[in-house]
């Protein structure tokens, strides 16, 4: 861990990771801003508006600020180092010493992890400052109508259970699309295209189901593959889940389904690495 520590954070990593946090607190100013949470009326009627806020942050619909900065984060975690030290052969005494094929799955294994502690470190910073700065985090137990769609509440009626379980299921979530972006780099040559390659394939995979569902018989099934599933559990409430399936089975599908295709691809790039270097 300690020597994988060493190789893929350093100086730079941390400019540009402190740049993204940056642009991420830059952009809760702007969606408080652009939203009814401003309203002070709406505080005195809901007390829990400071929590509503922080899911709010997380609608890519509504608010894509946060989505989009955590996109351009994910390559340059451990990715796209990785991706320069192979072009450049820089890694070659290491592979030689554990082989190729462990340096590519310790590295992969090591990109989950620490997309994992960054972004969920990045959550509760955000949820940190908007208690400090925007709205206080006040948690209730309101018992609201059926069928409402509470933000505050969609994996447990406890709103504090609720919280802790959304962190980490995030942080998750996006280690995921951190993992799907590693097993992309080996069709994009270029680095710089790469570093930025995160904001493309994520807007594409909010795409993807509205552009699938045309296609196939029942078409809410589309959106089992949605990306809002795992990087922004239930909050959207565009339409209902299909199958009547619970937000957290909506999570638990759609990860299963990603992590085939990931293994799959993860498959493909130790191979095609093996083949040509």
Known sequence: MKHYLKLYLNQKKLFIFTVIIFFILLSLFFAFKDSIYKEPIYYQDYPSAGLEFFYYVHSVGQNPYHFICLLLLLPNIVSADYLTYIQKHTTYMI?????????????????????????????????????????????????????????????????????????????????????????????????????????VIGIGLVLLPAFLQIYIPIDNLAYIIQIQNFVGLGIEGVIDNPLSMSHVMMYILCTFIYVCVILCLAYIQEKRRAIYG
């Open 95 to 199: 592979e030689t010493r554990i082989t190729q094929k462990q340096f590519y799955r310790h590295t992969f294994l090591f990109n989950i992890l620490m997309t994992f502690i960054i972004v969920f470190f990045i959550e509760c910073l955000v949820l940190i400052v908007i208690h400090i700065f925007y709205l206080p985090i006040v948690f209730q137990n309101t018992i609201y109508p059926e069928h409402y769609h509470a933000i505050t509440q969609l994996i447990s009626s406890h709103e504090i259970i609720n919280l802790l379980l959304f962190i980490p299921m995030t942080a998750f979530g996006y280690s995921l699309i951190s993992a799907l972006l590693m097993t992309l780099s080996t069709w994009i040559h270029n680095v710089y295209v790469y570093r930025c390659i995160g904001v």
